[in-house]
């Protein structure tokens, strides 16, 4: 690729501001963002304190009551707008994502025209809000039911899908009615302020949209959750996070959406097109590094198929190229940082450890940066730490079965419950084991199984609610029940 721009050049174009009721100002102090691939230092951005919060907060309030009357249609043409301003925006939104994430350009810019489509589906979404009428059983009342939007709304999002994950909740809170106070990933902020500074552009009122970065993600959320002015939150992280959250907003009775971690199975069965398993098995394991909840954590492998699958895998993972992101070709970006590539050392060295062989792989590659060599693990007991924790890397642990019950046994013995993959040619058993894994969502055939008009969540302690989909606005609707005598029986 050819860029335009050097990347310090992109990274200059970008406030690292605090954006607040409209203005951008910076905080009292500042924190840094580096580069994950060369350990390189991108930007200062403003670090927002708790009074940072409260202003925010403030901002959102004052801002609520208008915004909930404006139409449906200003609200539509708003994120129609910044759709499209993401869409024109690609090459520096994605050259932004890779430099402070670490991911490869192609799934950045990837990653650019999904954030626009949320932004497109929620402006469609935005004017078929739709309320109820009916007589009551006795014709004593006419019963109307009305939906309108919950209020200010706490969003925060995680670092390994930066964009996506912000319009993703921005979109609907946008076409609900609600305004914002939303907190991003500190490893990953530049991604959010750029998309603060389309919405604007897109002329979404002062105060609708309120970003805070910091790095002090505790002392700026939990006077929000206990204030009483936010009246829900929409949380994408760790299930750890997400229960402290709960309890925090348990005191409040803040409605609550929590997308958390994952441990999802892929199972192979011994009908299974192989070449389809692979390409599935690539796409679930491989995409974001690895760095996703709904990565392939568990690969179960019917034994009569398991030595051809696993072949063909090592191939397929010796194919992929490691480096940094920005350069032409890269499949396999840089890690988050450290702590994720030391994590991810040792869940491997703990599986050899117990006795799992290393097919590919195993160490971590390149200083400075912080990458990891595409790895399977073949033989992996069942005491192995990595089969009861989230990877969050780039490591296919491969476990042997034999009978379709003791695998989805194995497969639901988890507390997490967010996807598990299905590849068979088999019909009947699609069908069982799409009722009988404990997940809220299952692929068929399919590594892939996110997109913008399903709706997205778990079970489990995966979390709560669902995202995107025709459910993805009712998380910020609340229901109203209006009561109207009946004609003759007032």
């Known amino acids: 690729m050819t860029m335009t721009h050097q990347p310090t050049d992109i990274i200059g174009t970008v406030p690292a501001q605090l954006f607040i009721d409209g203005l951008w100002s910076d905080g009292e102090s500042t924190f840094p963002v580096y580069d994950p691939a060369t350990g390189d230092e991108l930007a200062q951005v403003a670090d927002a304190n708790a009074a940072d919060a409260l202003r925010a907060q403030s901002a959102a309030q004052s801002a609520q009551a208008k915004w909930s009357h404006t139409s449906p249609h200003d609200r539509a043409q708003i994120l129609s707008r910044a759709a499209q301003l993401v869409r024109d925006d690609r090459e520096r939104l994605a050259t932004i994502m890779t430099l402070e994430m670490g991911k490869p350009l192609a799934e950045a810019r990837g990653e650019v025209e999904y954030a626009a489509k949320f932004f497109q589906w929620f402006a469609e979404e935005a004017v078929r809000i739709h309320g109820n009428h009916a007589l009551s059983p006795q014709s004593r009342n006419h019963i109307l039911t009305v939906r309108e939007p919950v209020g200010p709304t706490l969003l925060i999002t995680p670092w390994n899908f930066p964009l996506a994950m912000g319009a993703r909740k921005v979109g609907p809170a946008i076409a609900a009615g609600c305004t914002m106070v939303f907190k991003p990933a500190a490893q990953t902020p530049l991604s959010s302020v750029c998309l603060a500074q389309i919405l604007d552009e897109a002329g979404l009122p002062s105060g609708v949209l309120n970003l805070v970065t910091t790095s002090k993600a505790g002392e700026v ?8 002015a936010i009246r829900k939150i929409s949380f994408t992280g760790s299930t750890r996070t997400g229960s ?27 009908d299974a097109d192989l ?3 692979v390409d599935a098995a690539m796409a679930a394991k491989m995409r974001n590094m690895g760095e996703a909840c709904t990565a392939a954590n568990r690969i179960f492998v019917h034994e009569t198929v398991r030595e051809e699958f696993t072949s063909r895998l090592v191939a397929r993972f010796a194919e ?10 890269v499949d396999v970006g840089s890690l988050i940082d450290e702590a994720g590539r030391d994590k991810v050392q040792h869940l491997v060295d703990d599986a050899v450890a117990k006795g799992a062989s290393v097919l590919s792989g195993g160490q971590p590659l390149y200083s400075p940066g912080t990458f990891y060599q595409p ?19 780039p490591v296919a642990p491969i476990i042997g079965f034999t009978d379709e019950t003791d695998v989805v046994a194995a497969a639901n013995d988890t507390e997490w419950g967010l996807v598990g993959y299905v590849i068979t040619r088999d019909s009947e058993r699609i069908n069982r084991l799409m009722n009988d894994l404990e997940v809220g969502m299952v692929g068929v055939n399919t590594g892939i199984v996110s997109d913008v008009a399903a709706p997205f969540g778990g079970i489990k302690q995966s979390g709560l609610g669902r995202e995107g989909g025709h459910l993805g606005i009712e998380e910020f609707l ?8 009946a004609p003759g029986m007032a």
């Open 478 to 485: 609340n229901h109203k029940y209006i009561a109207i005598p």
């Open 221 to 228: 959320v939990k006077p929000l959750l206990e204030g009483g």
């Open 375 to 393: 790895t399977i693990l073949d033989n992996v007991p069942d005491d192995a730490e990595i089969l009861h924790t989230e990877v969050f890397g």
């Open 320 to 329: 992929l190229t490691v480096g940094n992101g920005l350069d032409e070709g």
């Open 275 to 277: 070449e389809t398993a």
């Open 244 to 270: 402290l959250l709960l309890e925090q907003a348990a005191k409040t009775i803040v409605r609550s959406s929590m997308e958390l971690g994952g441990n999802a199975p892929f199972i192979v069965f011994d």
